[in-house]
């Protein structure tokens, strides 16, 4: 359960990441990497965030919190503030990190320390918001490197990278099962994808990966790591792009099983058994 305050950053009150969620997958953008990619907030332990810029120059980001929604089709779309609603708004409020701002010179690594200051009402339930980390722009750099435009303007084009990962605190007794319908193959000339029903009971997110075989073959025909469905969403469609040859060798019998984060065990959350044509 989470506690009802959490009054400093202190260190014995934070673990690594490695700790928290091990193996901890790593996500890029730019030249930002960041691990890990997801973080669980359930017991009165916090957690901490590792960036590293693989870049050749030092670059600043800026730490901030998002909220965001999942659509039927899995994306996410952002919340704006005056939209959020009490159990969005509650995230915000009880989430607590720490530097909001990093210049980080390359190849060294920084910490984000994450701590939870949940109310003492708090209801069970799960609670979510996304951590965004994108760059500041060197101003310099942008004043000496203007385009010139046909009307005779200049001005300077420069990519704000940012990588977003979600932060999730859990609070009570809390469980979710889901099941798999109607698996299925679609193709729009040279593009492919494997398509299929995902339905969420429960009052938790399911997270996992999705893996797809054909009886007497040792290897999996697909691997799809990283799919979820979140509590706002009681069903969503999941799409993977497939390769031509993936795509043939799906034809037939298949098994589809969707298996929960290996580094929390990797059981099967659900399984179906299709036929795709």
Same mark, same amino acid.
């Given at each position: 359960?989470?506690?009802? %305050?959490?009054?400093?950053?202190?260190?014995?009150?934070? @673990?690594?990441?490695?700790?928290?969620?091990?193996?901890?997958? #790593?996500?890029?953008?730019?030249?930002?990497?960041?691990?890990?990619?997801?973080?669980?907030?359930?017991?009165?332990?916090?957690?901490?965030?590792?960036?590293?810029?693989?870049?050749?120059?030092?670059?600043?980001?800026?730490?901030?919190?998002?909220?965001?929604?999942?659509?039927? &089709?899995?994306?996410?779309?952002?919340?704006?503030?005056?939209?959020?609603?009490? #159990?969005?708004?509650?995230?915000?409020?009880?989430?607590?990190?720490?530097?909001?701002?990093?210049?980080?010179?390359?190849?060294?690594?920084?910490?984000?320390?994450?701590?939870?200051?949940?109310?003492?009402?708090?209801? &069970?339930?799960?609670?979510?918001?996304?951590?965004?980390?994108? /760059?500041?722009?060197? /101003?310099?750099?942008?004043?000496?490197?203007?385009?010139?435009?046909?009307?005779?303007?200049?001005?300077?084009?420069?990519?704000?990278?940012?990588?977003?990962?979600?932060? @999730?605190?859990?609070?009570?007794?809390?469980?979710?099962?889901? #099941?798999?319908?109607?698996?299925?193959?679609?193709? &729009?000339?040279?593009?492919?994808?494997?398509?299929?029903?995902?339905?969420?009971?429960?009052?938790?997110?399911?997270?996992?990966?999705?893996?797809?075989?054909?009886?007497?073959?040792?290897?999996?025909?697909?691997?799809?790591?990283?799919?979820?469905?979140?509590?706002?969403?009681? %069903?969503?469609?999941?799409?993977?792009?497939?390769?031509?040859?993936?795509?043939?060798?799906?034809?037939?019998?298949?098994?589809?099983?969707?298996?929960? &984060?290996?580094?929390?065990?990797?059981?099967?959350?659900?399984?179906?058994? #299709?036929?795709?044509?």
């Amino acid at each position: 359960m989470v506690p009802n %305050a959490l009054r400093r950053f202190c260190a014995p009150i934070f @673990i690594t990441a490695a700790l928290l969620l091990a193996p901890a997958p #790593a996500v890029a953008s730019g030249d930002l990497l960041v691990a890990p990619t997801r973080i669980i907030l359930d017991g009165a332990r916090g957690a901490e965030i590792v960036l590293n810029n693989v870049g050749d120059a030092p670059a600043t980001y800026r730490v901030s919190l998002e909220l965001k929604r999942m659509q039927a &089709d899995g994306s996410l779309e952002e919340v704006v503030p005056e939209l959020a609603t009490p #159990a969005e708004r509650a995230m915000i409020d009880m989430l607590v990190y720490s530097p909001r701002r990093v210049t980080l010179p390359p190849n060294q690594p920084q910490t984000i320390r994450i701590g939870v200051r949940a109310p003492a009402d708090l209801p &069970d339930g799960e609670y979510r918001a996304h951590m965004l980390f994108r /760059a500041v722009p060197d /101003a310099i750099a942008v004043a000496a490197a203007p385009t010139e435009v046909a009307s005779g303007v200049a001005i300077a084009l420069t990519p704000i990278y940012g990588v977003t990962i979600p932060i @999730i605190v859990r609070q009570g007794s809390l469980s979710a099962s889901a #099941a798999i319908a109607n698996p299925r193959l679609e193709s &729009d000339g040279d593009e492919h994808r494997l398509m299929f029903d995902l339905t969420r009971a429960g009052n938790r997110s399911v997270y996992g990966e999705v893996i797809v075989s054909r009886q007497g073959v040792a290897q999996p025909i697909l691997v799809a790591r990283g799919i979820a469905i979140y509590p706002e969403r009681d %069903a969503r469609v999941v799409t993977l792009p497939l390769s031509a040859e993936q795509a043939a060798a799906l034809h037939g019998p298949v098994t589809v099983r969707y298996i929960e &984060d290996r580094s929390r065990g990797g059981a099967t959350i659900a399984e179906v058994s #299709a036929v795709l044509r």
